[in-house]
């Protein structure tokens, strides 16, 4: 667990989730009320992923992901999407929510027939994932807590 790399004996909340198989950028924090707010759908934090996935995407499927696809919970939300890179073999897509469904990425691209083959979060917000690496974290600086803060107020 990522809560487990963090030396402190307080109460740390982790903000969203990554399912076993999605690396990349998450946030921990000891402020509850901001963790709360970070997560509260009315703010519509984005969240930005780059995504390998098997086979050629179409441009109509970068289209269906932008307007947003139907989930068992109803429409997602529009999505910026854009291709990085496409061969016959896979494509490389970023695309940015502002959602928190359970593995929603995947279950879009499923929904359009494509496969993820890896799955990254590279930003939340403005955040992104400089100065670490798997298993790693820094401090946030007070910029960034007070744009997270400014975000989530109102």
């Not at 109509?60 to 429409?75: D, F, Q, R």
């Not at 990254?120 to 007070?142: A, S, W, Y």
Request: glycine residues 10%; charged residues 30%; proline residues 1%.
């Amino acid at each position: 667990k990522a809560i487990d790399i963090i030396p402190t004996r307080q109460r740390i909340f982790c903000v969203g989730r990554l399912d076993i198989d999605t690396s990349g950028i998450i946030i921990l924090t000891n402020d509850s009320i901001l963790a709360n707010r970070l997560t509260h759908p009315r703010f519509g934090l984005a969240k930005t992923y780059v995504v390998r996935v098997k086979g050629q995407i179409a441009g109509e499927a970068v289209e269906k992901l932008k307007k947003g696809i139907w989930l068992a919970e109803g429409k997602t939300t529009r999505a910026s999407a854009k291709i990085l890179k496409r061969s016959h073999k896979e494509s490389l897509i970023e695309i940015t929510i502002r959602q928190g469904l359970n593995r929603q990425i995947r279950r879009m691209l499923a929904k359009v027939g494509l496969s993820v083959k890896s799955l990254k979060r590279t930003r939340i917000g403005k955040l992104n994932t400089r100065g670490t690496g798997v298993g790693k974290f820094r401090t946030l600086t007070k910029a960034e807590v007070a744009y997270l803060k400014k975000t989530t107020t109102g």
